[in-house]
């Protein structure tokens, strides 16, 4: 990264950045009237505007996520964002962009500034008719020690990689909410183009398109029997040339078929419990295809209005992050959320999940645990101030993959 923006990142300070978008804000038009708890907004044309900043100090033991000579450092964020929301209550529309930078103390290297814009747009075209279309586009990182860098590629290069992300998506549903069934159709395509260190990473461009039909059928007490085909092409832009002048490619299709429930509050709890069968089919007949069970399960109970404890469970088949032709994971998660009054809450989590590396030669597999403790304090309704501790652990059957970390941080969020 440039001298430049290191200057940039080092002279940040939240007060400049909140006092600048306060400005910009007024001069924007007349503040809307907030609830508690929310961001006031700022009318412009039909958009309501809310400016807000993030900003996270902390304190990481394991930067590079090692097993051994581990650095640390204190990390600094600065997060400042703005949405407009525009909704008649038949159609709505929203725009967003989001700047995150990112300043090492110990490692200037690995300094970063991320943007992020996305717009969404829905029409309710009639009853049983409803369309809805998003776009983002991201320019963005992947820290060193992750992905196609982590445990013994981590110093592979001096700097993180950095990537360029377009996604584009639409959903369209027939059927109301008085129909006995609903069709949804969901069209999805991803574009994922790194910018740097090509010479390792022209390979891992790629494009990802995605076709899903799910079928719900109203079975009584707001809840709903859901039929779910989707089909995914993924379709790698460079593939590499091997020894015997073959193409080497990672080029797949992945199907899933699901069934499965939803239902709304019923009651102290919420869901969606999803069962089936996966297959992801490669192009080159010398990597092994896959086929297996398959499920989805986030179940949210509520005993108290102020208290919620959420389940996740799930199975997945990521790309390769540079080991075998791809990832078989399993996931695991618990998430309470409790508010303790007006302004305290807290946050307690933990994952657990079973990284396989299906087609590895050295049959990588990793087990990855994380448990954290997030505390906030509403000190006005503008603005929020929070702590979190955060533990990280890799527990890999492949030398130098292990590590250990412990993250401390402190959080301010401020808004109009």
């Not at 090692?66 to 400042?80: H, L, R």
């Not at 990112?102 to 969404?120: C, F, K, P, Q």
Request: hydrophobic share 30%; aromatic share 12%; with cysteine.
């Amino acid at each position: 990264m440039s001298d430049r923006s290191n200057f940039c990142l080092s002279s940040f300070s939240s007060n400049s950045l909140i006092c600048s978008f306060a400005l910009v804000s007024l001069s924007f038009g007349c503040f809307s009237v907030a609830k508690a708890g929310e961001p006031a907004t700022v009318d412009v044309g039909i958009f309501k505007v809310a400016p807000i900043v993030m900003s996270d100090q902390e304190y990481n033991d394991n930067i590079f996520s090692q097993e051994s000579d581990e650095k640390n450092s204190w990390v600094s964020v600065i997060s400042p964002s703005v949405q407009a929301k525009a909704d008649n209550g038949v159609h709505a529309y929203s725009l967003g962009y989001q700047l995150e930078a990112g300043y090492y103390e110990n490692s200037t290297d690995d300094n970063y500034i991320d943007h992020h814009l996305d717009a969404d747009a829905e029409w309710e075209l009639n009853q049983r008719h409803k369309l809805a279309v998003n776009a983002g586009y991201s320019a963005t990182h992947e820290d060193r020690g992750t992905g196609f860098s982590q445990g013994t590629a981590t110093f592979n290069n001096d700097s993180p990689d950095e990537f360029q992300e377009i996604n584009l998506g639409a959903n369209y549903t027939f059927g109301g909410i008085r129909t006995k069934g609903r069709l949804v159709t969901a069209l999805e395509y991803l574009d994922v183009r790194f910018t740097n260190h090509r010479g390792q990473t022209r390979g891992r461009d790629r494009e990802d398109i995605k076709l899903a039909e799910t079928f719900y059928w109203d079975i009584g007490g707001s809840t709903d029997a859901l039929f779910e085909l989707a089909y995914t092409n993924v379709d790698y832009k460079n593939d590499p040339t091997s020894v015997s002048g073959s193409t080497d490619t990672l080029d797949n299709e992945l199907v899933k078929a699901l069934v499965g429930v939803t239902w709304l509050a019923t009651g102290k709890t919420e869901g969606t419990v999803k069962f089936g069968y996966a297959e992801k089919n490669f192009d080159d007949s010398d990597r092994d295809d896959f086929s297996g069970f398959d499920w989805s399960v986030a179940v949210k109970w509520s005993p108290k209005a102020y208290s919620s404890l959420t389940i996740n469970t799930g199975r997945r088949q990521d790309e390769s992050n540079g080991s075998g032709d791809f990832i078989d994971g399993q996931d695991f998660g618990l998430v309470w959320k409790h508010a303790w009054s007006d302004r305290f809450n807290t946050q307690l989590s933990t994952n657990y999940s079973i990284e396989d590396y299906k087609g590895d030669v050295n049959k990588q597999e990793d087990d990855l645990l994380d448990y954290s403790l997030r505390v906030n304090y509403e000190m006005r309704r503008w603005l929020t101030l929070g702590t979190s501790f955060t533990y990280e652990e890799r527990d890999s059957n492949q030398e130098g993959e292990d590590f250990t970390r412990n993250i401390v941080a402190l959080h301010i969020e401020a808004s109009l």
